[in-house]
């Protein structure tokens, strides 16, 4: 049926807030993988610009007009329409409440440093020197805080962060699930073996360049709608219909990185695509449910399918084709098996995927305290020197190598880790059910390295899903039962008695 | 002196205009380089909305009010800062009435349809096939006639279009002025050698990139600032501030290609390099002044030095190097002979510099009488092949060497071309003014690969001088008379006999 009027006036308005927030995203991902270095002042000042613009747009009362004859419009129609409709203007209305609660300046000005912010970061990681960034790092906490305060919160100020990225956790929750996947965790990590670097020489980034390259549209993006560029830290990003970017980064003693750096952000890309095909894009039912429902789709395609057995049976010979090397100097069991080594290190985006949760509880323990105002920005390196030595028994010897490693913090993202955990949650009860479903699964992946069954399943019961269903409902229909970290660490235990055997 | 407060308000305005306007560019730049090819219609969206909302800005009538307030506080302010801030405000207004007279939904269709044309274009010039483009370039001859309509003319349609690029330029004085460069061009195209192509082998788009990335930096231009692409049609763009973008492309068999694409689009990053180091950037007196004289930048970089003796004295070295080939198999005066041959060939952007202006010629009688109702769409072709056969003896083949080769009719840049030979001109007038007063140059140029003199003079002369002085006056100033197109004449001559005798 045809759209209500009101309901067009609206949308007409919503899709060009979504128009500008997609060229924010155009500018960032430029400046990140583009734009050289002279042009980042510039460039910080108009993504503050277009932030202030959209933010304008969102709280303008002449929207809310718009919005509230929209929801008056629909209420005799009949069902199924009304109720989606309701639904959409239910979420439009929760987002720009909170947009209402921030002032124009503020968005503006929080974008500004926080692009200004970046490059000061990157250079303090190169000299290894905190104290090159501490002042900048304070200023995003305290106006992280200010964020918390406009928005905010019944318990504590770090809810109204965690809010915004995973909506309706708590800090209390997260805290008790991420204790109790600890203790599970400390016996896996414990028996879990290592495996050394199998690669007989250094791979060259054209040679991996040339199988990263493949790896997309194996998995299902298309290079007709996607490009795969290089970039200090791995990301994703959808900059419209029909436009996906990932990034990856390379090591030629370790061409893994790059592998799974890709593999990961194109599960950031296919969720994206899969919403950009949703009926009536872009509508706010079509944007991402959760940060934790978007990792699930990276960490499903990055462990479950790209650490699988049945994967690795169909590349190994484009590996080894690719990278131009025998089966006698990569011998297939010593790849598989690094692909699924443990061990102690570091650096969370080098981490494997029994140790990575780790090191996303030290970090919500960190910045929580960091945000509730229980610690200093001084202090971080030795807290988090600290808690290293303490979990995973390590020595940090420079920031570089500790609290200076992740762009989170930097881009003002406080609340951001903790839905790593929750999307390795998420995946892995995904992937269980979607294999109850599909026992044959593995043999198309192995024969074929066809995934469109995997694909179709997640388009169905996640991408297809949008915003329509809450995170707890998502969850529920499409698994049969609520979120929960069992699948998680079955899949560990598992994965670690299988490499455990292999010889 | 500090900046009187109706001036930095209404400033603040204008800023705001260009910052968005440059964030099209970004949009542009992208969606020519890099973007995945179904992102093409949400970008077109994308780049309209940003034209729609630059121009309501430039339309609004509180930023009438903001200039009228402006101007009115300056007249008491003593000289030179009042005249000085009269002709930005004159400048500003000059623009405004412009923008005043085109309606946002007519700015926003045809930034939208240009951006879906180029899809077409390219499509129909691959298919070799005008038939494929007719339907949608007549749409754009149409918008063009209405836009010249709404500026408004005295003589004709064609000089409203003409005007926008090249401020009071008359079709009239240019055809008389092209007729005379015509016949004196004539007798020097007849006696002027054609070379071979001295290359040994196909040199690969690696070395050719290795190569082709010295270039703007040797010439001034550095890195920090600046970056160079692939694109199907070599172009160059400033995103901001020390964001300077340049493209070429890469032909295996015909290095000279991607050389002279570099050496020609390093010279307009010069020109907006130079202005965006003016004091008080950005304001509308730090504009290029035209695109007659962007061109020239352009034009003298690539011709009046990098077709010289000096340069490629210097160059050869480096070539041969990058390029992996001896002296022996690709001997220098071959090389230069090559560099500087002259043949009449199908495909303006491939043309020697000789021949070039006859291309001119033939695209500004055939778009001024399209725009004057003179001749149709559907005729094009016919009329392009039966020019061509008149003033080059050559036979079209296909629609893609032909009327399709172009991209500045897909733009709706009607009016554009004859700016390419006014650049000519004024290259070669600039350059001969600048050899009288540094007549040591070339030896710092072949010695050193030293240009430093060269771009001083440009950036004192031309690039410092933005939009403060008028077209007419620049050239006056810089060269002691009025622009005339002897010394491009005789830069040929002089050329052609240097290369007709060299062995």
């Given at each position: 049926m ?29 400046s990140?993988v583009?734009?050289?270095?002279e042009?980042?002042e510039?460039r ?36 199924p ?22 002032p124009?300046?503020?968005?503006a ?17 190169k ?13 995003l ?8 305060d406009?928005f905010g ?18 800090a209390?929750?997260?805290q008790?699930l ?5 203790k ?33 549209s ?30 990856t980064?390379?090591?030629e003693?370790?061409?893994?990185s ?5 593999l ?13 095909q949703?009926?009536?894009?872009p ?16 960490r ?11 994967f ?11 990278f ?12 598989y ?14 981490a ?8 996303i509880i030290l ?8 945000i ?18 303490e979990s995973?028994?390590?020595?940090i ?36 059910k979607f294999?109850e479903?599909?026992?044959?699964s593995h ?5 074929k390295?066809?995934?469109s069954?995997l694909l179709s399943?997640?388009r169905?019961?996640i ?26 660490i079955?899949?560990l ?9 292999l010889n």
């Amino acid at each position: 049926m045809a759209l209500p009027q009101p309901i067009q006036n609206y949308r007409k308005q919503y899709r060009k807030i979504k128009l500008f927030q997609d060229i924010s995203s155009v500018l960032h991902w430029d400046s990140e993988v583009m734009m050289p270095e002279e042009g980042r002042e510039y460039r910080s000042s108009q993504i503050a610009a277009v932030a202030e613009l959209t933010h304008e747009w969102m709280t303008d009362k002449s929207f809310l007009k718009q919005i509230q004859d929209a929801k008056h419009s629909i209420q005799e129609l009949p069902e199924p329409e009304r109720v989606l409709w309701n639904r959409e203007l239910e979420i439009l209305m929760e987002e720009k409440e909170k947009a209402d609660k921030l002032p124009s300046e503020f968005v503006a000005e929080f974008a500004k440093l926080t692009n200004l912010a970046h490059a000061e970061w990157a250079e303090a990681k190169k000299e290894k020197n905190f104290k090159l960034f501490s002042n900048r790092l304070e200023e995003l906490v305290n106006l992280s805080k200010k964020q918390a305060d406009y928005f905010g919160y019944t318990t504590e100020p770090y809810d109204a962060l965690l809010d915004h990225y995973e909506k309706d956790a708590k800090a209390n929750q997260i805290q008790s699930l991420f204790s109790d996947l600890k203790k599970s965790l400390i016996p896996i990590v414990a028996s879990a073996p290592k495996f050394e670097n199998p690669f007989p020489k250094a791979i060259s980034v054209e040679k991996q360049t040339k199988f990263c390259n493949r790896l997309p549209s194996i998995l299902g993006l298309t290079s007709k709608e996607s490009r795969l560029d290089t970039s200090n830290h791995p990301f994703s990003t959808s900059l419209g219909k029909g436009d996906k970017r990932i990034t990856t980064r390379y090591s030629e003693s370790d061409p893994l990185s790059s592998i799974f750096g890709v593999l990961h952000e194109t599960g950031h890309s296919l969720y994206e695509s899969g919403l950009s095909q949703m009926p009536d894009w872009p509508n706010p039912l079509t944007e991402y449910l959760s940060l934790g429902i978007h990792e699930s789709q990276s960490r499903l395609w990055e462990n479950q399918v790209g650490r699988s057995l049945p994967f690795w049976e169909f590349m190994y010979p484009i590996l080894l084709n690719d990278f131009e090397i025998s089966e006698s100097e990569l011998p297939f069991k010593r790849l598989y098996k690094y692909i699924n080594s443990t061990e102690k290190t570091k650096i969370r985006v080098e981490a494997d995927q029994v140790t990575y949760n780790l090191h996303i509880i030290l970090r919500f323990e960190i910045e929580r305290d960091l945000i509730n105002g229980k610690i200093k920005v001084k202090d971080l390196p030795e807290i988090w020197n600290s808690k290293m030595k303490e979990s995973f028994g390590l020595t940090i010897e420079n920031d570089a190598e500790g609290v200076l490693q992740d762009i989170h913090w930097p881009m003002g993202a406080f609340g951001y880790f903790p839905t790593y955990t929750l999307g390795n949650i998420f995946g892995a009860q995904f992937f269980r059910k979607f294999k109850e479903e599909y026992p044959d699964s593995h043999n198309k992946f192995s024969a074929k390295g066809d995934f469109s069954d995997l694909l179709s399943w997640l388009r169905k019961n996640i991408h297809s899903k949008g915003k329509i269903v809450s995170i707890e409902n998502l969850v529920l229909e499409a698994t049969g039962e609520p979120a929960n970290a069992k699948y998680l660490i079955s899949y560990l235990e598992d994965k670690v008695k299988e490499v455990s055997i292999l010889n």
